[in-house]
T-cell receptor, first 116, second 117 residues
Framework: DTGVSQNPRHKITKRGQNVTFRCDPI?????LYWYRQTLGQGPEFLTY????????KSRLLSDRFSAERPKGSFSTLEIQRTEQGDSAMYLC??????????????FGPGTRLTVT | AQKITQTQPGMFVQEKEAVTLDCTYD???????LFWYKQPSSGEMIFLIY??????QNATEGRYSLNFQKARKSANLVISASQLGDSAMYFC??????????????FGKGTKLSVIP
């Protein structure tokens, strides 16, 4: 049973460095979401892919953030010139299209980013 | 404007007792979905239960049930017969359709449940 996987699980970086996270969704899921969760808060939506197309971006996704899903399978989220405010858990979720109306999203374990 | 409100930052419950976690929501859409997720200390979000806005019956999944009161815009989670493994953060979320094909979730701030032996 392969769920959503994310790598790395933890990343510590210095301010100003670039970081890249990877998400591997469940294989037959064509919808992929990225969320960010800061301490004491619920996850907040960042961006959405349907297959390889990035169809939705939150205002939270500043121009230092870029996400790709080149072949409609795995996705990467890159943060350039990291700032301390970027410290958070980055969660990836995937779902099937129109799964009985649920559009249930299956979440990965997250990547915890700490910017020092 | 906050769309999902969870007013209980923390809750305690005795093992084997039932507990209700509150959630109210705000939307002008007629079609929407409400979810509850559990987040243990490991960080992964675990889907618990779903209620659609047109569902007439309250959703149930094992020990979890959702007390859906549409007119009051509330979707409270009831956990029966609490177990020590239920200790975790619980998030209420609403599915919204963005118009661009996205069904992103909007989450509340969560309730930390602690089960006491």
């Amino acid at each position: 049973d392969t769920g959503v996987s994310q790598n790395p699980r933890h990343k510590i970086t210095k301010r100003g460095q670039n970081v890249t996270f990877r998400c591997d969704p469940i294989s037959e899921h064509n919808r992929l979401y990225w969320y960010r969760q800061t301490l004491g808060q619920g996850p907040e939506f960042l961006t959405y892919f349907q297959n390889e197309a990035q169809l939705e971006k939150s205002r939270l996704l500043s121009d230092r953030f870029s996400a790709e899903r080149p072949k409609g399978s795995f996705s990467t989220l890159e943060i350039q010139r990291t700032e301390q405010g970027d410290s958070a858990m980055y969660l990836c979720a995937s779902s099937l299209p129109n799964t009985g109306g649920y559009h249930e999203q299956y979440f990965g374990p997250g990547t915890r980013l700490t910017v020092t | 404007a906050q769309k999902i409100t969870q007013t209980q930052p923390g809750m305690f419950v005795q093992e084997k007792e039932a507990v209700t976690l509150d959630c109210t929501y705000d939307t002008s859409d007629q079609s929407y979905g409400l979810f509850w997720y559990k987040q243990p200390s490991s960080g992964e979000m675990i889907f618990l239960i779903y209620q659609g806005s047109y569902d007439e019956q309250n959703a149930t999944e094992g020990r979890y049930s959702l007390n859906f009161q549409k007119a009051r815009k509330s979707a409270n989670l009831v956990i029966s017969a609490s177990q020590l493994g239920d200790s975790a953060m619980y998030f209420c979320a609403m599915r919204e359709y963005s118009g661009a094909g996205s069904y992103q979730l909007t989450f509340g701030k969560g309730t930390k449940l602690s089960v006491i032996p």
